[in-house]
């Protein structure tokens, strides 16, 4: 035990969830008779909830400052129905039409957090009517018919990255060449922080976990190239899934990293003892709420870009979904508590849950109530850690 | 009833996971007596108290309770309360939207052919009222009452479940000096009745006003006990018994080293947001030079906390003018980020409600007022982060197993320390440090004024709010009095004594 | 106990990591003689050609003749009767045939939808029906299915603005509103006496790419009679967009109706209602009698067992019915001549969904009231119950 806590952390508990994730993964491709674990089936894993993904790592900020979003299926929803009408409408090229998503979503954030951060009143409510009001002018402008969006967007939604180079590899070069950067970019940094290992504390620590965590990480980063890399020719790691991974990173620098990371976890944590430090505390709601729109507006991107049209009902109820991969992910309904990466395990395992189900063929039906319990249990599973600490 | 005793805990000995919380402790209590509890933060004295009244149930310690004469097995509250021994916690429980009644009768309802009789329960609250000594309408809001009336309310409550035995925990902590006087003369008068207190405190001149007895718990075991003589109680050896070692001042001695003016306040008044027209601070005006200690003396309710807070980026009521200069030049500070750039340094009195994020790390606190300094590239640097940590974890004696650790998990002096860090990470010249020894024990006391003599020492111009004259008296070096907003008094520490300052305090110069 | 726990999760892990290195999955190599039809200028001619031949015969017939073969059927919801319906007779009609059989509902949702037909392409079908939940909205999900050498046929609905689409089965909607129209004529002719009549107009959901054409085909009948005053739209909302009902929302209509009948009706009668389907139908039957109108003439779609009691009774005029079982066993015989390597069969009607023209297999629906409820429903033995008297 005390070999792998040097390897792994202190904290065992906090890998729970990817013990549970890798153990569904295991248990859904025995069940399914090995189509779990295929080139394709991970591709469509991707590909399929990198919205939701990306709709969860706003909602984690949302839901660390204390507050909640309701309204970011209608705003992923209105966002990309107002740029497939424009750009039909004036047959705009795909860049602008993205552009005029992302302002949407920009505009239908600064209005939420106008709501929250000025006049104080509660996100639930706030975006309760935003829910309303987006959801209302999706079917309204659209006319309840779904339209098509420019072709170029389908890159985003269900793209592929090129293929080049020598075929020996057996392997999209592409992929393989993401997967050696990751490898390496790894590497370099936990050499790095070996060697500082000693500046503060004095004491230099033994090289052999870092060693072992190398060989794990670079094992499963080498892997998943194998797996993602050598489905049929044309197929890679989806677009969809490097904008993921993108934005994953982007979010952890942004939430652990910056300043205005530090400031949402500490309105979240004590909102009076934050003003007290000297954090803008309006500010932050403000900026959190914008933030949560504009990452809807790019979920809508994608899922539109998946769907190759924009439909009247698109992002119905998807707000739950990136609420759940939030709260499965470990944060607190009290806020101050959660993490991007927490969340994203917890994101993948819903996404992996669905799409196990679908593969041995249960229904939507049943699928919901698995979905259900499964998110009570996690919480449960949190709670009870949490109240039996130490 | 056995040897006069109402209750007797024999050989309590409770152990969580890894940590032996009471070790053989035993406490006897005379009935009709007032029975004082005392010892350092963590000793044990909460938890004893968690055994008398069944939070922890029966069948998880070892020892037994006797009551009256018969062995006690509490599973719950419930069965304590329902034996006649009620708790009081330090933090009040009480509903604050709902009136005075609702509150007494939460859970223990007048019902009458399934409704409640309104009239029955508030003719009782009334009474209940009178018996602690409280004229209000028994239909008054809880959270319209003073923190020392709720207090008092919390009694009448515990009075109406007919109590033998009443734990108050640390009762006057919250309150300011007439109310915990008022407090005082009423557990004498329920001694009177027949009714037995409890008391677990902190302050040795209470103990020495209203108790029979004393119980000294350190390191989860009884150390001492003994019966106090009307009046007077030897304050030095209940503290050698609590901390296990001889203080021989309790305020550590240091000589000024006193400079030039560094912030100067004129004409500064606030109202108060929620009231118009009340004004918190009415044309305040002091200085204080570097390497001063200045104390601020004041009832609870004078307008101590609002000053300065409104000095600190006009964080509490409406400003309604007045001047500040730093170091001879005229700054305008309208939010606390300014005024952490202009070096200002505020640690507020409520260290869990506004000092601490619980849910963060040591590490993550000390740097949280001052991230700037952290980065490298434009991204915080955790090795920095750790530095920084690191070194106020050595130089303040933060006792703790890592800097990763939440502050959560830290007692109320270490705390209190890691507050103070966080603000010495800033390098303020001007520290203002509100009631910062509250709710910290005698040794950690200690520990927070050396430091604040060095921070003194550095140049550091220092306010000192607090609500304990003694403590002012010991360690500022110039004190003002305030009096409902106003300034009414400023006294060299030297030739004040308490009956000075309280003069001042309580009337308007 | 904790620490079993602990070592129980690293096994976990290990276990994990053992099936990693092992490795499964990966199809590199294996199947590249299916994806050869990438471009849209293939597509367009396979499409058009109402064949793959190309690629897949010998594969899949080798397929069909060891096992039958895999078919998929992915179905919007099984809300309503029809699609309940279909879901079974899918199931029989094609284990009957000797085929295995995936069928899944996607609660009305698209992403639910778009990752069933992926699961199903992962599952190894040679054939997915597909009962769209957004026709427009599978774009590409449908031509990955195509990419992996999976025929995809519409059911009921057409699929567009993709090009992976081989055919789509349906019953002519165009015509189905036509006599949805007629049935309404007759009936007010029948029942309410000499023109002109109130009459209000009720369309389905918006992102049915069915709705608006049965709308059209409606209109192109009722339209002439609005013109010259024969039929009266009392509320005035003729436009589709006025009177859609979304995703065919039987509350959403009742609630449209009861707006209607408090703000026109107040002391005129309604004599018809043109209602798309069975469930809109008796949501604006159940309106009326609320507001204590006389049973309008209402139209209705899908012979549901509870609307052909009504019609049974006089309460609804007219359904139409859809066979369900026709549809699913035209379907079927489609499967079949696809996975023996013969293609799709020759069709005349091709629809345009935006990208390419999809060929069409039609059905004609059979306008059921209560004069020829028996005849229509002869070989139904179930509604055939619930025509007593």
Known sequence: ?390 | MSDGYILQMKNITKTFPGVKALSDVTLEVSEASIHAICGENGAGKSTLMKVLSGVYPYGSYDGEIIFQGKKMTFKNIKDSERAGIVIIHQELTMIPELSITENIFMGNEIVEKGLINWEKERKKTRELLEEVGLHLDPDAIIKNLGVGQQQLVEIAKALSKNVRVLILDEPTSSLNESDSENLLRLMLGLKKQGITCIMISHKLNEIAAVSDYVTVIRDGKTVDGYAVEAGRVDENKIIRAMVGREIENRYPEHTPKIGEVILEVSDWSVEDAKVPGKMLCKNSAFYVRAGEIVGFAGLMGAGRTELMRSLFGKNMGIFRGGKMKIEGREVRINSVREAIKNKIAYVPEDRKGLGLNLLDTIRKTVVSANLDVIKTKGLLDFDKERAASEKYRDSLKIKCRDVGVGVNTLSGGNQQKVVLSKWMFTEPDILILDEPTRGIDVGAKYEIYKLIHELADQGKAIILVSSELPELLGMADRIYTIFEGRITGEISAKEADQEILMKKMTITA | MMKAKKVLSLLMTAVLAAGVLTGCGGGRGTEDAAQTADTPEAAEETAEAGSAEDAEPEEAAEEASAGGGIVGVALPWLGTQNWAEAEVMFKEQLEAAGYEAIIQAADQKVPQQQQQIESMIENGAQVIVVGPVDGSQLGSVLEKAKDAGVYVIGYDRLLENTTGVDGVVQFGSVKTGELQAQALLQGLEELKGEAPYNIELFGGGPADPNAPNFFTGAMSVLQPLIDDGTLVVVSGQTDFTQCATVDWDNSKAQSRMDAILSGNYSDIEIDGVLSPNDGIARAIITSCENAGQPIPVVSGLDAENESVEWVWSGRQYSTVAKPTNALVAETVSIIDSLLSGNGMPATDVTADNGVIDVPVYELPPVVVTKDNAKEVFADDPDRMALLTD
């Open chain 1, 1 to 390: 035990m005390k070999y792998v806590k040097k390897v792994l952390g202190e904290d065992l508990r906090q890998y729970t969830m990817v013990v549970a994730l890798a153990a569904l993964i295991i248990i859904f491709n025995i069940a399914s008779g090995g189509k779990m674990i295929t080139s394709s089936n991970f591709q469509n894993l991707i590909s399929g909830n990198a919205y939701v993904l990306v709709l969860a790592l706003g909602m984690l900020m949302v839901i660390v400052i204390g507050q909640i979003d309701l309204s970011v299926g209608s705003v992923a929803g209105f966002a990309s129905m107002v740029m497939a009408i424009t750009a039909r409408q004036f047959n705009l090229p795909w860049y602008i039409a993205i552009l005029i998503a992302l302002v949407i979503g920009m505009i239908a954030g600064a209005w939420q957090g106008f709501f929250l951060s000025r006049l104080g009143i509660p996100g639930f409510i706030t975006t309760l009517g935003g829910m309303m009001i987006f959801r209302g002018g999706v079917i309204w402008i659209s006319n309840s018919i779904s339209v098509p969006v420019p072709s170029e967007l389908k890159w985003f939604g269900a793209g592929y990255l090129p293929e080049w180079g020598p075929a020996f590899t057996g392997m999209n070069n592409s992929t393989l060449l993401l997967g050696i950067i990751a490898i390496a970019v790894y590497v370099t940094a936990q050499i790095k922080k070996f060697n500082h290992s000693g500046d503060v504390t004095g004491k230099k620590e033994e090289f052999w976990p870092y060693a072992v965590r190398i060989g794990i990480v670079s094992a499963v980063i080498g892997y998943a190239t194998w797996l993602f890399g050598s489905g049929r020719v044309g197929t890679s790691f989806p677009i969809p899934g490097l904008i993921l991974v993108i934005l994953i990173i982007l979010y952890y620098l942004i939430t652990e990293r910056t300043s205005f990371g530090r400031h949402v976890y500490a309105v979240g944590g004590n909102k009076a003892a934050a003003e007290l430090s000297g954090v803008n505390v309006k500010r932050t709601y403000f900026l959190t709420m914008l933030n949560m729109s504009l990452l809807a507006a790019v979920a809508g991107i994608l899922f539109v870009g998946r769907s190759t049209a924009a439909g009247p009902a698109d992002g119905t109820s998807w707000e739950m979904d990136a609420i759940a991969s939030v709260f499965i992910g470990g944060a607190s309904v009290s806020g101050g508590v959660g993490t991007v990466i927490a969340t994203m395990v917890g994101g993948l395992v819903m996404a992996v849950l669905n799409n196990g189900l679908m593969l041995m063929g249960v229904g939507a039906d049943k699928t919901q109530v698995i979905k259900g319990f499964v998110l009570l249990a996690a919480v449960a599973f949190d709670v009870y850690n949490k109240k039996h600490r130490g």
